[in-house]
């Protein structure tokens, strides 16, 4: 066991499925918690982990160590064979501190917080990975969209006489004669998302995934983070730089998809929600700490925001008097943004066995 091979890896709440995978010693109370978590979609953890062992060749067992911060990282990369980072900074120092580094594996696709030409340099293999769970994080974002345009919620079975006139809607049908006969029900307020202006608070792995498909609706994509994207990524995007008032002002749809720090807390508060058209939505699959609860219940029940759409809630699970509950422009889901779980699940099969066939090669 002493020859194991070391991997260090940036610790996260999905990244402990790579010790609980490779590092035989690794907390019997932690594996039990993921096959807890994975059961609803992977009732056989423990067989899903014995197909990836398979696959993972020299890598193990291995002994994998979790680290919070860049110190921490270079004070365990003397004898480490493969890095796995998310955000954690990775330069010519940290590299010059893992002489037996064959592979640094970026938890992700952007590479903003990696020196890819120190990497290169030192002859380390750079990877990376198009996380299924990030795309099933802006599919869901756009489900959102899609029910607040097209009141969804509201419509769902709404196909019966009866049901219309419970809800307000009397049906009235049209001279078929000489109209079409859409909208029967006579709902007033549904909107498309083409020639729509959507505006996203960070363009990082997430954001990425949403501007992509926003393009593929013909929407107009706006976009605001502390440091511009280069202009490859926003032609790539179809995606225009502005400064947060003019997102905030032109926006039709305002995403705010940003890590939840002191910094980014409240990002979006009264003074934000003034800049806003009155027809505009916020559509959430961030942390709801990114946008001031008050305010925004405040400016729905004033008319200044048009909806609100928020996947992960202020308190889960949320009282069930909370007044977001009791408001129709409001779509509310429980932090399932990127599920099913098989998305994780997924990622990570893929990238074990990746980095066992390259550290190999």
Same mark, same amino acid.
């Given at each position: ?22 590092? +035989? ?13 994975? @059961?609803?979609?992977? +009732? ?6 014995? /197909?990836?062992?398979?696959?993972? &060749? ?6 994998? /160590? ?6 921490? #990282? %270079? ?22 501190? @893992? ?12 590479? %903003? ?72 029900? %006579?709902?007033?307020? !549904? ?12 363009? &990082? ?5 949403? *501007? ?6 013909? #929407? ?23 400064? #947060? ?9 305002? #995403?705010?998809?940003?890590?939840? !720090?002191?910094?980014? %807390? ?21 942390? *709801? $700490? ?15 925001? @048009? ?15 909370? +007044? ?7 779509? $509310? !889901? +429980? /932090? ?23 550290? /190999?090669?």
């Amino acid at each position: 066991m002493a020859n194991r091979p070391v991997i260090v890896v940036e610790d996260d709440p999905f990244t402990r499925l790579i010790p609980i995978v490779l590092d +035989p010693t690794s907390s019997e109370e932690r594996r039990a918690a993921f096959a807890d978590f994975m @059961a609803h979609d992977e +009732p056989d953890f423990d067989g899903w982990i014995a /197909r990836v062992r398979a696959g993972a &060749g020299s890598l193990f067992p291995a002994d994998v /160590r979790l680290v919070a911060s860049e110190s921490e #990282m %270079r004070a365990n990369l003397a004898d480490a064979v493969v890095l796995v980072t998310e955000s954690l900074w990775v330069g010519p120092d940290d590299l010059a501190a @893992a002489p037996r580094l064959k592979a640094v594996q970026k938890f992700g696709l952007g590479l %903003r917080n990696i020196d890819a030409a120190a990497v290169k340099a030192k002859g380390v293999k750079l990877l990376t990975i198009r996380r299924r769970a990030n795309i099933a994080c802006a599919e869901h974002a756009f489900a959102l969209m899609l029910m607040l345009a097209r009141k969804l919620d509201l419509m769902n079975g709404m196909v019966s006489k009866q049901r219309f006139e419970a809800a307000g809607f009397p049906v009235r049908p049209y001279d078929r004669r000489h109209v079409p006969g859409g909208n029967y029900g %006579r709902v007033p307020g !549904t909107r498309s998302l083409h020639g729509a202006t959507i505006g996203i608070i960070g363009l &990082g792995e997430i954001g990425r995934e949403i *501007a992509l498909r926003a393009s593929a609706f013909g #929407m107009r994509v706006l976009y605001h983070q502390r440091t511009r994207s280069p202009e490859s990524e926003e032609r790539e995007l179809n995606a225009s730089y502005a400064p #947060m008032a003019t997102l905030l002002a032109e926006s039709d749809w305002i #995403m705010p998809q940003v890590p939840t !720090t002191p910094a980014t %807390r409240d990002l979006i508060g009264q003074a934000e929600l003034s800049q806003i058209k009155p027809s505009a939505c916020i559509v959430s699959v961030s942390n *709801a $700490l990114v946008i001031n609860k008050d305010a925004v219940t405040e400016a729905l029940h004033s008319g200044r925001l @048009a909806g609100f759409a928020l996947d992960t809630m202020y308190q889960e699970p949320m009282p069930d008097g909370d +007044p977001l509950l009791h408001l129709d422009n409001v779509v $509310l !889901t +429980p /932090r399932m943004a990127g599920s099913p779980r098989f998305n994780g699940l997924d990622d990570f099969e893929e990238l074990i066995t990746t980095l066992a066939r390259e550290v /190999r090669s």
